[in-house]
């Protein structure tokens, strides 16, 4: 992704946001002292949508260090998703690389982490260690970011399982060959769209959970959800979202409704919360409160059972909640989450062992 890219990229979600006052870069608070990291001590910490030193880039334009192996090591989390951009050239424009061979060889960096011995691949739920002791490699949970590299062939999804990847979200920003997206990268076309999930698309996604592979529905259009749901699949997750104050789809952008949040949970999914900030006269999100706030009423509303973390870490989120510089101010959350009530079984659950429920259900 070039620069131009990058700043249509950012004006995409300032044009959207645009009425509700989306915080400007120079609110975001000065960096504040590290907080006590013990207190991520004895969390199984799972972060299932996470680019990692932005690997899927192999000269990125805009630097995101929100998650990096060195980071996801201090903070003790037993894994990571590591999201190869199944539509990576859709963003370059280009038709030069396949989204099949594009992808490729952005598993093949991951492997190639494997066999330096800087990290463990996930292959089942067991891979998922209970404890992190210092120096021991993370888990890293291959992810495709978009079904665009399967073109719609339901034996792509062996391939791939072979290749270790046990995620993959079914549409990223571009109307593929399983189903539509629910928001557009300003300045491109995402395609015509399909109306819901096609049969190509049931086709995959009933393999992937015969395989043993999570369906991921994040950036999914509601009527492509309804679909997927529709098929009684085993739990759904939503890796990288949050609730949307109102149920008109034309303002949520990225942000779930309740009413689909709640189609997640009843497939017994997960949906994932994230660091991304912002300001709208209907609702605030710029502090560690906030977003610990927002999960309080995700509980009420949702079960517990059905909410998880999902940063995004290397996606270059255009705004942070205020003082999260990368994954390692988890601490500073958790101590928010503490401060407005919720129970250490709670921040267990939100923090690793929903989503560790659904690699049990899933992958095996």
Not at 74 to 86: D, E, K, L, N, P
Request: proline share 6%; with cysteine; hydrophobic share 35%.
């Amino acid at each position: 992704m070039n620069r131009r890219q990058f700043l249509r990229y950012s004006s995409a979600w300032g044009v959207s946001w645009s009425l509700g006052g989306l915080i400007p870069s120079c609110a975001q608070a000065p960096p504040k002292p590290d907080a006590d990291r013990a207190i991520l001590q004895g969390l199984r910490i799972i972060d299932p949508h996470a680019h990692p030193d932005q690997f899927h880039h192999v000269r990125p334009s805009r630097i995101d260090k929100t998650s990096t192996l060195r980071a996801i090591k201090a903070a003790g989390m037993a894994a990571s998703a590591f999201a190869a951009v199944g539509d990576l050239e859709f963003f370059r424009r280009s038709s030069k690389i396949s989204y099949y061979s594009s992808t490729k060889a952005q598993l093949q960096r991951i492997h190639d982490l494997v066999k330096a011995g800087k990290v463990k691949r996930v292959l089942r739920s067991a891979d998922v260690p209970a404890v992190v002791n210092p120096g021991d490699p993370p888990g890293a949970i291959l992810a495709i970011e978009g079904g665009d590299p399967l073109d719609g062939k339901s034996e792509r999804v062996d391939e791939f399982y072979r290749m270790g990847v046990r995620i993959i979200t079914v549409v990223h920003y571009r109307n593929n060959e399983l189903g539509d997206v629910m928001a557009t990268w300003r300045g491109l076309n995402p395609g015509p769209y399909n109306n819901g999930l096609t049969q190509a698309g049931r086709k995959v996604i009933a393999r992937m959970q015969e395989v043993g592979m999570v369906v991921d529905v994040a950036h999914a259009h509601s009527t492509t959800l309804k679909d997927i749901v529709g098929m009684n699949p085993k739990p759904l997750l939503d890796s990288h979202t949050n609730p949307c104050p109102t149920d008109d789809l034309r303002r949520c952008h990225r942000q779930r409704t309740w009413k689909d949040m709640e189609l997640v949970a009843k497939t017994g999914g997960v949906i994932c919360t994230w660091p991304f900030a912002y300001n709208r006269p209907d609702q605030q999100r710029r502090t560690f409160l906030d977003w610990a706030r927002e999960i309080l009423e995700m509980k009420k509303r949702l079960g517990m059972d059905h909410v998880g973390l999902g940063t995004d870490g290397g996606g270059g989120i255009p705004r942070l909640i205020e003082g999260y510089r990368d994954v390692r101010d988890l601490a500073r959350f958790v101590a928010a989450m503490q401060e407005i009530g919720l129970s250490p079984e709670d921040i267990q659950a939100y923090m690793g062992g929903n989503v560790l429920r659904v690699l049990q259900q899933c992958i095996g």
